[in-house]
């Protein structure tokens, strides 16, 4: 179990590192804002690991607050680029 665990979390952790420069990096915001959601998916996946490897129950609310935080995060950001690229909705174009 300590061996998977240590490769999980070096896996999780170049990922980590990955994402973080691709938001430093990003030439876009759409390419940030992917970045940031895959760096809170690899967040709750290191925190489960943590979880499966102390077996510990009580933080299992931390992943739901990190799941939480990535989907609303994920969510807001997509509403904002819909709404600076100008576009209408269908239901408000003029015919």
Do not use: Y
């Not at 940031?36 to 979880?51: E, K, L, P, R, Y």
């Not at 129950?57 to 600076?84: C, E, K, M, N």
């Amino acid at each position: 179990m300590t061996v998977v665990a240590i490769v999980c979390g070096v896996i999780l952790g170049v990922t980590g590192l990955l994402c973080l420069v691709r938001i430093v990096r990003g030439p876009s915001m759409l390419d940030r804002a992917a970045a940031t959601d895959v760096f809170v998916a690899v967040s709750v996946a290191a925190v489960g690991v943590i979880a499966t490897v102390e077996r510990s129950v009580t933080i299992l609310p931390v992943l739901l607050a990190l799941s939480l935080v990535g989907f609303l995060g994920s969510v807001s950001i997509a509403r904002f680029a819909a709404h600076d690229t100008g576009s209408t909705p269908p239901a408000q174009e003029d015919s």
